[in-house]
């Protein structure tokens, strides 16, 4: 089993608004993707452990898509989410305030279709995309 990938980023607002948009399904639609030739026409999240969420990832031509989703295996509010993707790769994301910020930190099980070098990119533009966000939401 490969290592996990882990990525960062340090958003500047306060726990309850990165929460709140990293997990409302109208928040998620408007960053879940990693460059502006795609977007997130739909997304689903029942944030409970035992939940599941959806969201799918589209390029904006109409040229490709994909279900993006799992089931949650540990949440706990403002601190840590932990879920298992549908193909069984595990992911955590943890929420860490740091002065008037968030340190957002994600660590996933990488897929073997890709390179890991790809992999941390595309994740890394995702959750880039999600600091752009709540920082002007």
Known sequence: MKQPITIETTVNSDINNVWKHFNEPESIKG??????????????????????????????????????????????????????????????????????AVKVTESFDPEAENSEELQRAGWQAILDNFRKFAETH
Request: glycine share 12%.
């Open 31 to 100: 960053w879940a993707f990693a460059n502006e030739d795609w977007h997130a026409p739909a997304a689903e999240n029942d944030l409970r452990v035992g939940g599941s969420f959806k969201t799918t990832m589209a390029a904006k031509d109409g040229s490709f898509s994909f279900d993006f989703g799992g089931v949650y295996d540990e949440v706990k509010t403002n601190e840590r989410i932990a879920y298992t993707l549908g193909d069984g790769r595990k992911v955590t994301i943890d929420f860490a305030p740091v002065g008037n």
